[in-house]
Nanobody, 125 residues
Framework: QVQSVESGGGSVQSGGSLRLSCAAS????????MGWFRQGLGKEREWVAY???????NYADSVKGRFTASRDNAKNTLYLQMDSLKPEDTAMYYC???????????????????WGQGTQVTVSS
């Protein structure tokens, strides 16, 4: 059974930090590229970060310099270290796995096959 389970969300004050985790099972994790997405209340889901199998990363401009994505293939786990959090970072955060993305479309939801249920992050001012 394929599963991606996010954890580590919570409530923090502006300027604080959180570390999200995404534990994967049921598929060959090290064959997949991983992404983080988020969806704020009443907003469309947006791409946040991408990390491929060698560990190369790419970030949305809104989080660049504040968020760090990484993966541990031995533990089948994806991480998102979030520092200097802002109220606008408040959202449900999702991890996603895809065999691509192809053509540099790491921001595209349709490039990802497996999705987690999400973990809520709330940042207060």
């Amino acid at each position: 059974q394929v599963q991606s389970v996010e954890s580590g969300g919570g409530s923090v004050q502006s300027g604080g930090s959180l570390r999200l985790s995404c534990a994967a099972s049921g598929y060959t994790y090290n064959q997949y590229c991983m992404g983080w997405f988020r969806q704020g209340l009443g907003k469309e889901r947006e791409w946040v970060a991408y990390v491929n199998n060698p560990g190369n990363t790419n970030y949305a401009d809104s989080v660049k310099g504040r968020f760090t994505a990484s993966r541990d293939n031995a533990k089948n786990t994806l991480y998102l270290q979030m520092d200097s959090l802002k109220p606008e970072d408040t959202a449900m955060y999702y991890c996603a796995a895809g065999l691509g993305p192809y053509g540099g479309r790491w921001y595209a939801e349709d490039e990802y096959k497996y999705w987690g249920q999400g973990t809520q992050v709330t940042v207060s001012s």
